[in-house]
């Protein structure tokens, strides 16, 4: 069935989708509506609606609220490591100082491996475990292009209403505002390496470490893409 354009909607970025997905989860998991949250928490009702849906990253101190009351660690939700140049001024990203996001619900690991200093591309390594998937619906990114390769494993590609099944040594590229998703289809885990090109206006030239179908809405990821 075709998607609807007027039912675009666009998170900051593919890891606060997943954030908010995840938040959402603990949230019905321990049986709280959003009103009981936004009051044990002093977070507005608004905002944890925009929160869970991928539409703004929290702050610090909602995090940490939140992180509180589900009885789980910051590091457990983001598991997002520091992106420190050292002496290198920000041209070598040394190993163990990637930025990582584990997606549970979606059985989806991402890790950035962009040096500091690039301001222009991204480099990023998707580990997905069988069933693994970006998601239930088509989405778009507001990146130029993005090229990826299949390590291991089997990627199903879907690109508008094409799907394509990739497999070890396979490789791929879209542009970023071509509607798509992708799922693993095997039973065993695939990896896939993406390379993905900016505007240098769009992606900071240091950026800070970040707080990574069918369905009716095509989501809209930005910085810290995922592909």
């Not at 954030?19 to 905002?47: I, P």
Request: proline share 6%.
């Amino acid at each position: 069935m075709a998607r609807s354009a007027a039912a675009v909607i666009r998170p900051k970025s593919l890891i606060d989708l997943w954030l908010g997905a995840q938040l959402r989860q603990l949230r019905k998991r321990q049986g709280l509506s959003l009103a009981e949250v936004s009051e044990a928490c002093n977070v507005s009702l608004g905002m944890l609606s925009q929160i869970e849906r991928g539409l703004s990253a929290p702050s610090l101190r909602a995090l940490q609220a939140l992180s509180r009351l589900y009885g789980v660690s910051i590091d457990a939700l983001l598991r997002n490591a520091g992106q420190d140049g050292g002496d290198t001024d920000g041209h070598v990203l040394r190993a163990g100082l990637h930025r990582r996001i584990d997606s549970l619900d979606r059985g989806v690991s991402k890790e950035v491996y962009t040096p500091p200093r690039s301001s222009t591309l991204d480099l990023c390594r998707a580990v997905l475990a069988p069933g693994g998937a970006s998601g239930d619906e088509l989405f778009v990114t507001d990146t130029h292009e993005q090229v990826g390769l299949v390590v291991r494993g089997e990627l199903d590609l879907w690109i508008g209403q094409r799907v394509v099944r990739l497999r070890s040594g396979d490789s791929f590229c879209y542009a970023g505002n071509e509607p798509r998703r992708w799922c693993n289809p095997g039973d065993t885990e695939t990896e896939v390496i993406w390379a993905i090109s900016h505007s240098a206006s769009q992606v900071p030239a240091s950026p800070p470490p970040s707080p990574d179908a069918g369905g009716s809405s095509i989501p809209t990821d930005q910085q810290g893409e995922s592909p």
